[in-house]
């Protein structure tokens, strides 16, 4: 079946560090990939997504590559801030409209000044 | 920028008793969808909707839950007979064949 699995957290990191955040996919066909972001106390927030294989999606800073050889979509940013402290979840689409997303078990980042 | 809003923002209700909870879509989206999200763990399909029926549903989704398009704005999922296991944030999402757009959440609270 279809599924995502990502990084185990909390991952703390200092502000201006380097983020790498894990994600593999497994699914039949070619499914869209997804990064939301979750604030704390607030909803999902669509950080970025692609759509096809070697798509980069970006958003604020922030980059994934859909890689359909590693079946990964691993979040990147190069300096990270105290402002992206937040819950961020890998989802998948199968790309059959009005389907489920598929969600990771979400990465906690905590971003110390 | 059009966005998902849901009300109420937090509700408390006693076991056993019915809830209402309330979406609005964004407005030329077809695709509608209630995901949950128990505190601490994944978020979790339940429902998605399209053309006035329910395209998909989890296991999750028993007959307990059903969900409304009542006049053609507002997008509802009403729990029956309230569970101590259904406390968590229940989240209404609308989007294109393409994106699911996410409204901020109701945090339901079952004592």
């Known amino acids: 079946g279809n599924s995502v699995t990502q990084m185990e957290g909390p991952v703390t990191l200092s502000e201006e560090a380097f983020l790498t955040i894990n994600c593999t996919y497994t699914?039949?066909?070619?499914?869209?990939l997804f990064w939301y972001v979750q604030y704390p106390g607030e909803g999902l927030q669509l950080l970025l997504k692609?759509?096809?294989?070697?798509d980069k999606g970006s958003n604020k800073g922030f980059e994934a590559t859909y890689r359909k050889e590693t079946t990964s979509f691993h979040l990147e940013k190069g300096s990270v801030q105290v402002s992206d402290s937040a819950v961020y979840f890998c989802?998948?689409?199968?790309?059959?409209?009005?389907?489920?997303?598929?969600f990771g078990k979400g990465t906690t980042l905590s971003v110390s000044s | 920028e059009p966005e998902v809003t849901q009300t109420p923002s937090h509700q408390v209700t006693q076991m056993g008793q019915e809830v209402i909870l309330r979406c609005v879509p964004i407005?030329?989206?077809?695709?509608f969808y209630w995901y949950r999200q128990i505190l601490g763990q994944k978020v979790e399909f339940l429902v998605s909707?399209?053309?006035?029926?329910?395209?998909?549903k989890s296991e999750i989704f028993d007959d307990q839950f059903s969900v409304e398009r009542p006049d053609g704005s507002n997008f509802t999922l009403k729990i029956r007979s309230t569970k101590l296991e259904d406390s968590a944030m229940y989240f209404c999402?609308?989007?294109?064949?393409?994106?699911?757009?996410f409204g901020p959440g109701t945090r339901l609270l079952v004592l």
């Open positions: 999402a609308s989007g294109t064949q393409e994106t699911q757009y």
């Open positions: 699914a039949t066909g070619y499914p869209s």
């Open positions: 692609a759509t096809k294989a070697d």
């Open positions: 989802a998948l689409d199968t790309n059959q409209a009005g389907t489920a997303l598929i």
């Open positions: 407005s030329n989206h077809l695709y």
């Open positions: 909707f399209y053309n006035n029926e329910i395209s998909e």
